[in-house]
């Protein structure tokens, strides 16, 4: 039996759960993204919702990544971030658990003529990067969720994360946002109480985690975090945190609104200049549609 007990939260009841409930299991992360497939390509510039947080991720990759590193890009997806990456590095790795995403990935690089810029593809499992020397990368970029499907595991993927990376190199990590996505989905809080049942999504809300004995009859397991889960797999681990980012954050805004906004330019561009900045301060990053962070492993590692 699992027990979860979250810090400074007053109101919460002992949880509990099976433990094999928490399992992670590569089929389910892996055939769900098979699933999805091209939908993934256009997932971030089919909604101003989406435009938001794809600009506060740019903006971190344009701080952190340079022409002279050899850089990792984990959970790389269909390549929205590949796009950028292989302009931005010396030697760009483009990995992914799903065969899937990862073929789509090669195609639309294909497309845009920049195929030949990555340097390899690979299918890798974040828990198990054990095909990759300790130490290789200068950076390495997992964002848009990988660590969120891991469950059990997470600790074991940043840890997977940290040990690949040299000492002094960076570490962009980015998690799915449960207030955030709370937020966003309230419009279904009544459908999905009456699904489940009201001590199935108290669990989901209180934890984060959507797993298989809290989500009967689903197939979509996943750790939506606060800052305060990421903080605790950080713990202990030998690295500085760099910086904090809370991408999406205006992206609360109801889509009607922001492409009202969208199509004034001189609008738009105050507004993208208020996200990338509030998106920086401490007080916003739970509130992001996603929550980045930018970890330096330390020197002495
Ligand atoms: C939401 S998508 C994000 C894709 C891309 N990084 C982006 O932000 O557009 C999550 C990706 O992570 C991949 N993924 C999930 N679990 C993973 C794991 N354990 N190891 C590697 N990739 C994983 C999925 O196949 C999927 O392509």
Known sequence: MYCIRQKNDLSLRELTCSQESLEYDA???RSHYDRLADDEWTRLTNSRRGELNLLVHLDVLRQHI?????????????????KELVNMSRRLVVADLSKVQLDLNQEHMRELGVVDLVY??????????????DSYFDAIVCVGGPLSYLLNKAKVGVQELIRVVKPGGIVILGVMSLISTLIRFMGSLVQEKDEIGIENLRWVLQTGIQ????????????HMMTCADVDSLLKNEEIEIVERRAPGLLSLAPEEALAQVREDDELWELLVERELAWSRLP????????IIYVLRKSETN
């Open 120 to 133: 390899e593809y690979r299918v890798l499992d974040l828990v198990d990067l054990s095909e990759i020397d």
């Open 66 to 82: 340079t022409a002279d590193m050899d850089v990792l890009e984990i959970g790389a997806g269909t390549g929205i971030y590949t």
């Open 27 to 29: 089929n389910y992360p």
């Open 211 to 222: 797993d298989r004995e809290h989500n009967p009859g689903r197939e979509h397991y996943c």
């Open 283 to 290: 007080g916003t990053l739970d509130l992001g549609t996603n």
